[in-house]
Nanobody, 113 residues
Framework: QVQLVESGGGLVQPGGSLRLSCAAS????????MGWYRQAPGKQRELVAA???????NYADSVKGRFTISRDNAKNTVYLQMNSLKPEDTAVYYC???????WGQGTQVTVSS
């Protein structure tokens, strides 16, 4: 059974940076697209960024130019580098393997002064 474990969340001031990691167990990681999603209180879960097996990426308009998704297939890990963080980025962030029901447990990101 493949499992996803996120890490790297925390409390940061506006304008700060965080790097989230999502480590996957199992050998299927490299063939799937991966996504980072987030869910703020009272809001629906939304796609933040996605990266395909070949490395192409796409981003939500709200994070373009500030967030960068990347992957290391040798380590079965996908990353989300978040810069110039804003209070509206506060949410629980989840990683997801595309076309599957596999989600991580989530990691809290809080942007506040």
């Amino acid at each position: 059974q493949v499992q996803l474990v996120e890490s790297g969340g925390g409390l940061v001031q506006p304008g700060g940076s965080l790097r989230l990691s999502c480590a996957a167990s199992g050998s299927i990681f490299s063939i799937y697209a991966m996504g980072w999603y987030r869910q703020a209180p009272g809001k629906q879960r939304e796609l933040v960024a996605a990266i395909r097996s070949g490395g192409s990426t796409n981003y939500a308009d709200s994070v373009k130019g500030r967030f960068t998704i990347s992957r290391d297939n040798a380590k079965n890990t996908v990353y989300l580098q978040m810069n110039s963080l804003k209070p509206e980025d506060t949410a629980v962030y989840y990683c997801h393997i595309a076309t599957t029901s596999l989600w991580g447990q989530g990691t809290q990101v809080t942007v506040s002064s």
